[in-house]
């Protein structure tokens, strides 16, 4: 028997750049890998957390350079409990691409899915572009948590993920 009481997928989505891979490594690795080269292919990485007492499996998904094709589909979306939606608050391009993933999100994600929306890196503070006030203003306008983070300096990555955990296995 698997040694897990639950298991989960999640999927990043967001524009390429925005420091989903780096996300997903810090969390999943506790590393922040510099120079890091675009993988190839959508792949996902697992990481079995404690939830109350339960262990529970979370299978993260990852695109790799597909955002810049609009060629990520159905397939991806699929079965997915959560999605975690970054943008860079270091460009404005960025946020501003989030209604198009919106709508990506209405057209292939099952309806009951989990999404919370992820400020990226706000270590960068002189070159923000995008206020908290804004990205939190968006969140709620779409029902959506919201957190900032930072995958180089480990800031709100945990949490990002853990809570994501916990609500998936208050609702399972
Ligand atoms: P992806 O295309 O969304 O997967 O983005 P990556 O994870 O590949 O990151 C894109 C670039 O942003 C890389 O050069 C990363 O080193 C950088 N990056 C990612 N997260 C952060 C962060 O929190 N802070 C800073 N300063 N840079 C970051
Ligand atoms: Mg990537």
């Known amino acids: ?11 990043l989505i967001g524009n390429a750049g925005v420091g989903k891979t780096c996300l997903v490594r810090r969390f999943t690795q506790g590393l ?10 959508v792949d996902f990485m697992i990481k079995t957390v404690d939830v ?12 790799a350079g597909q955002e810049r094709f609009r060629s990520i589909t159905q397939s991806y979306y699929r079965s997915a409990h959560a999605l975690i939606l970054v943008y860079d608050v270091t460009s404005r391009e960025s946020f501003d691409c989030l209604p198009e993933w ?8 099952n309806q009951q899915v989990i999404t919370v929306l992820v400020g990226n890196k706000i270590d960068l503070t002189p070159q923000r572009e995008v206020p908290p006030e804004t990205g939190l203003q968006f969140a709620q306008a779409n029902n959506m948590a919201f957190l900032e983070a930072s995958a180089k300096e480990a ?12 609500e998936l296995t208050k609702n399972a």
């Open 155 to 166: 800031e709100n990555v945990e949490t990002v993920f853990m809570d994501l955990a916990r």
């Open 1 to 11: 028997m698997e040694d897990y009481k639950f298991l989960f997928k999640i999927v």
């Open 102 to 109: 919106l709508k990506e999100i209405e057209q292939y994600a």
């Open 32 to 41: 922040f890998p510099p120079g890091q080269g675009a993988t190839i292919g």
């Open 52 to 63: 109350d007492g339960d262990k529970v499996k979370l299978q993260i998904w990852d695109t």
